[in-house]
């Protein structure tokens, strides 16, 4: 099993900018990737971003495309999503997840093991 840490939320103004944290361990070698999801009230967990972890390609749902980047440290086995230019419409949960095989990035049912999340909340 793999066990994820989530770490960096907080509050933050309209415009401004945050970065989160996802600390894998356990058996992560059966890890394929590692996305972000967010779940704000009363709506339906979405995508946000997935990193492959062997070849660092990524992928972003539009909603953050050119404000949201996904990174990873290989040695630290951590995954980092820096936030900028933040939206109210940002206001969420977020949580991290493993993804141990290589289709299905955008979809939750893809992801096998999911981190506590962290809240994130952005003012007008």
């Known amino acids: 099993q793999v066990q994820l840490v989530e770490s960096g939320g907080g509050s933050v103004q309209a415009g401004g900018s945050l970065s989160l944290s996802c600390a894998a361990s356990?058996?992560?070698?059966?890890?394929?990737?590692i996305g972000w999801f967010r779940q704000a009230p009363g709506k339906e967990r979405e995508f946000v971003a997935d990193?492959?972890?062997?070849?660092?390609?990524?992928y972003y749902a539009d909603s953050v495309k050119g404000r949201f980047t996904i990174s990873k440290n290989n040695a630290k086995n951590t995954v980092y999503l820096q936030m900028s230019s933040l939206k109210p419409e940002d206001t969420a949960v977020y949580y991290c997840?493993?993804?141990?095989?290589?289709?299905?990035?955008?979809?939750?049912?893809?992801?096998?093991?999911w981190g506590q999340g962290t809240q994130v909340t952005v003012s007008s």
């Open positions: 356990g058996r992560t070698g059966t890890t394929y990737g």
């Open positions: 990193i492959t972890w062997s070849t660092g390609s990524t």
């Open positions: 997840a493993a993804r141990p095989r290589a289709r299905g990035v955008t979809a939750s049912r893809s992801y096998d093991y």
